[in-house]
């Protein structure tokens, strides 16, 4: 658990164990609402077994990540700060891991200085499309009004798999837990930079291995006839989509994920 500070006013909080010899790093790359809790339970423990490492941090906006509330939290910025950490931890073979706009930030750095072995992008792949502003922009007003636990109500059923819909039912639904947020909170800023994201990525200019992974179960993202679409724009490129999974897979089911994640870094290390 530490501290990579930018200046007075902004820090990014992160969690690095590095890989054995030879091993490599595996850096984790949130989605809006994320945390760095995702993958340091179950996920960076089985990285460890096989002698890799990772990298989990939180975005500026995100927990325990002090930004200046004056900043406009842009993709721009997001990937200007993952470019900078990674430099920071001087890490070598990496392998950039992106949950949702998270993959978008990873890909992004590729062109912006960082060198990596591979890409993983996890119900990543989308267009740009009135149906796609519309939910962005909807869920940037929505958290005005009940926070990030109120999006995550509202999404749940139309992006997650019924056996994670029924392990987060207890806790879920409560207007207790629905706390508004001003412009200027960290989330709010971070959302609205999602609204305003431009989705024009030239995926086509990626020349690294990539591994795709999409869940059955998310029907908001995950528009088949785009994603075929795009993927083959993409040369070195393996998808896998999984049944059992929607939209949060390294959430939804660590172990499965892991599984993929981890025989993908395999095929790395062989080539």
């Known amino acids: 658990m530490s501290i990579f500070k930018i200046d007075d006013e902004n820090e990014i909080y992160y969690e690095y164990l590095p890989p054995k010899d030879g091993g490599c790093t595996c850096v984790f790359v949130n989605a809006l609402t994320g945390d760095v809790s995702a993958w340091n339970g179950s996920i960076g423990e089985n990285l460890i077994k096989n002698f890799d490492g990772y990298l989990a941090y939180n975005f500026r906006g995100q927990a325990k990540s002090k930004f200046e509330p004056s900043l406009n939290l842009s993709a721009e910025l997001i990937v200007k700060d993952l470019v900078n950490l990674i430099n920071f931890l001087e890490l070598k073979n990496i392998v950039l891991v992106g949950l949702s706009v998270g993959g978008l930030y990873a890909a992004m750095s590729l062109f912006d200085g960082v060198q990596a072995k591979g890409l993983v992008l996890i119900n990543t792949l989308r267009k740009p499309s009135e149906r796609l502003n519309w939910i962005n922009n909807a869920m940037a007003n929505a958290v005005k009004f009940g926070g990030t636990q109120l999006i995550i109500d509202m999404t749940l ?115």
């Open 157 to 271: 059923p139309v992006i997650a798999s019924p056996k994670f819909l029924s392990k987060m039912r207890e806790n879920a639904l409560k207007y207790e837990n629905y706390l508004g947020l001003d412009d200027y909170n960290g989330v709010s800023k971070l959302m609205h930079g999602g609204y305003t994201t431009n989705w024009n990525f030239d995926w086509s200019k990626l020349d690294l291995p990539v591994l795709i992974m999409t869940g059955h179960h998310d029907k908001v993202f995950r528009i088949e006839e785009d994603i075929n679409d795009l993927i083959k724009k993409i040369q070195n490129v393996r998808r896998i989509d999984i049944s059992e999974c929607g939209h949060l897979i390294p959430l939804e089911d660590p172990e499965l994920f892991s599984y993929h994640l981890n025989g993908f870094i395999g095929s790395i290390k062989k080539q």
